[in-house]
């Protein structure tokens, strides 16, 4: 499992275009779309966002520069609250492939006892590497590594975002 790290690469007056850009986003209340290994009845809040909006948001150019839009799935921008529960879980694309996904942390400020890491796991469902929520931080994975969240803390912020956007491979 190659998982990448890319840090400082977002500045920080795109952070808060980006943010901001979330915060007058439209979510949905829904279950994950893409897996089938989830309980259907529990709801999560996304939003679904199109190319337009990664450009429109300035995130799009820093993402390019990590993997090429040639092969460009969607993007979903997820919100967490502290007391959700999160599975362990995979990505793939509608045919049952691997997928590259890239996982942008979009809060503008994130203390470490707020928790709300990125838990990795091996294929016996093992945690092998859990990774900070740091503002500004790019992820890069394939969509098959089982991976979930550790819920955030009452003491941080009401709402922790991510943007995840998924590339057929």
């Not at 694309?93 to 400020?109: C, F, P, R």
């Amino acid at each position: 499992m190659s998982i990448k790290i890319y840090d400082d690469s977002v500045p920080f007056y795109t952070r808060k275009k980006v943010y901001d850009f979330i915060v007058h986003s439209t979510f949905m209340i829904k279950g994950w779309e893409d897996s089938n290994d989830l309980e259907t009845s529990k709801s999560d809040l996304h939003s679904r966002w199109s190319l337009e909006d990664l450009k429109n948001c300035k995130l799009y150019p820093y993402i390019n520069k990590i993997h090429s839009f040639d092969n460009f799935d969607k993007c979903v921008v997820n919100l967490t609250k502290p007391g959700d529960y999160h599975y362990t879980h995979t990505h793939t694309n509608t045919h049952g492939k691997d997928i590259t996904v890239i996982l942008y942390y979009a809060n503008l400020e994130w203390r470490d006892s707020w928790a709300g890491e990125t838990i990795f796991y091996d294929k016996y469902k093992n945690n092998i590497s859990a990774y900070e929520y740091t503002p500004g931080r790019l992820l890069k994975f394939s969509g098959m590594t089982p991976h979930s969240i550790r819920p955030q803390s009452f003491n941080g912020p009401q709402y922790r975002f991510t943007i995840s956007t998924f590339f057929n491979e």
